[in-house]
């Protein structure tokens, strides 16, 4: 397979990943698959697990995307950080966002999928050259505030209404069906971020994601 273009604080870098198992979903993309060449801009944004994402893939992985996470990121902050870091930059031609686990517990389902959707509309509407792919918010061992169950639950919910919403708007969705709770091996202590074993999985699917949507 050709490799995925990655870079990082501007700084280009090469890494090498082993493929696992993933699952992508796409409808009615607005542009051919050819068009998707290797030299397409891609974004990858997020909260700890892309800031602790691209230190995994500095020894793990390698592709060349531009990588911007931010510890502790909630959703309210995701477009705030998405434009400051788009000051002296192109918007990219693919925006893959992991965002909206730190929001579990702390607001109601309802809104933060409200939220998301009005975000991610405006995103639509501002760039409409750039597709939007959302990664799955992933299942952890412990929730920083809430029942464990009916966090869960929210999150099946509201990976699902998000979903529909992103293919409706002709984007896209990477699910980490590898990462579930009951493998402690595949967290931190802390049992909210990933270990490096943990870490792989999840960039590996978002390696491979990105590769067939670009194929």
Known sequence: MSPITSITNGCPFHFSFFIGKYKLQKIHKRRTMANYATNKVIWIIGSSYIRRGEERARETIGAKVYWFGWGGLRWHGLLPFFYRSLRG????????????????????????VAAM??????????FPQMTIVLSDITQRRRWRSGLPG?????????????????????????HHPQIVFNKPQLF????????????????????????????
């Open 89 to 112: 930059r192109a918007a990219p031609d693919v925006l893959l966002i992991h965002c909206g686990g730190n929001d579990l517990g702390c607001r109601k389902s309802i809104d933060l």
């Open 117 to 126: 959707k009005q975000d991610l509309q405006h995103l639509y509407r501002r």
């Open 188 to 215: 931190l202590r802390d049992e909210v971020h990933l270990s490096p074993r943990g870490n792989d999985i999840f960039l590996n699917n978002l390696a491979e994601g990105l590769r067939v949507l670009m194929q």
């Open 150 to 174: 009916k966090i869960d639950k929210s999150r099946k919910w509201v990976n699902s209404v998000m979903a529909t919403f992103v293919l409706g708007m002709q984007g896209g969705i990477v």
